[in-house]
């Protein structure tokens, strides 16, 4: 008796090096892709530190899944270098290659691809981080004073205040009243509890 164990990965990061070939007789068509990112932390100061280098993993789907996502790219609704979450399993062999200026061996993960869709969370952070690069630079903004006297000029307005709804669902009860603790003792006298 023999025991596979594969374990299902997801991964995150930008897409690139797409290459698709359609299927053709008794072959499945196939879709590569390499989603690449950067490590990032923080350091002791609380600075986001970047690493230099970008690191990378291949993936790569076949058959229904690969036309899919080839649907997908050729919609134009996932480009080249936009975040990408999905899943997969590793694959067994890793991509393995010679480097053409130092000649030493290297080599890649490998995931059998799952799924792939675009990552709207990073994609927010992205769009927020480039609206932020655009606005208008600190030391263009009024000073704090010049912003208190705006503030006390301008209309204070207050939202109008609308009452909690105290109508029960129908099939449920009323909720209870708040009671009001019963004073005992001299006013301004604490309960025991709060000594």
Not at 136 to 149: D, E, L, V
């Amino acid at each position: 008796m023999s025991t596979i164990i594969s374990t299902m990965v997801s991964f995150s990061g930008f897409l690139s090096d797409i290459r698709y070939t359609e299927a053709t007789g008794d072959r499945k068509a196939r879709l590569s892709i390499r989603v690449y990112d950067r490590h990032s932390w923080k350091d002791a100061q609380g600075n986001r530190q970047q690493a230099a280098d970008y690191d990378s993993i291949t993936v790569v789907y076949w058959g229904r899944t690969a036309q899919a996502i080839h649907q997908l790219l050729a919609s134009q609704k996932l480009v080249e270098r936009d975040p990408v979450v999905g899943t997969g399993y590793l694959d067994d062999d890793p991509d393995a290659w010679i480097g053409r200026d130092d000649q030493q061996p290297h080599a890649r993960i490998r995931v059998d691809g799952r799924s792939l869709c675009p990552d709207p969370l990073r994609q927010s952070f992205i769009d927020q981080a480039r609206e932020r690069k655009q606005a208008p630079a600190y030391s263009q903004q009024p000073a704090p004073q010049q912003q208190a006297q705006a503030a006390q000029q301008a209309p204070q307005q207050q939202a109008p205040q609308e009452p909690w709804p105290t109508t029960p669902r129908p099939g449920t009860q009323a909720p209870a009243q708040p009671q009001q603790p019963a004073a005992t003792g001299p006013a301004g006298a604490q309960p025991d509890w709060m000594r």
